[in-house]
């Protein structure tokens, strides 16, 4: 059966290309913010998350802290572009407070997909 994989991104675009590049090989959803991401885990169970850190409504940090507390097996990889303070910042944070990994925008998805494999091929089912 396929993983599945929930993308948390306020930008359509990283949603369109990730969707499309990881639907190859894994089931996708979409959330646009850390509210439906959290509305969604309510109603389904995924592998693996790729959020990014800044979003409105429920920004990816506190976004993070709520699902590792609630869903503590589920694998989260944080990504940023920066944002005023610049990425390296909000990830060293992110990967603190319980991201499995981060990624900094941009990147190449041969290195995303790198990550998640390492992340999914070590977890137990």
Known sequence: MLKKILIVDDE???????SRYLRKNYQVSISENGL???????KETFNLIIMD???P?????????????TYPNIKIIMMS??????????????????ADEV????????DLHNIIKKLLDNAVE
């Open 12 to 18: 359509k675009q990283i949603n369109n290309i990730l």
């Open 103 to 110: 990624i900094e925008k941009p990147f190449e998805l041969s």
């Open 57 to 69: 409504e429920k920004e990816g940090i506190e976004t993070l802290i709520e699902i590792k507390n």
């Open 36 to 42: 439906q991401a959290l509305s969604l885990l309510k």
């Open 81 to 98: 572009g920066g944002g005023k303070i610049g990425p390296q910042s909000y990830l060293k944070i992110a990967k603190a407070v319980g």
């Open 53 to 55: 850190v800044i979003m």
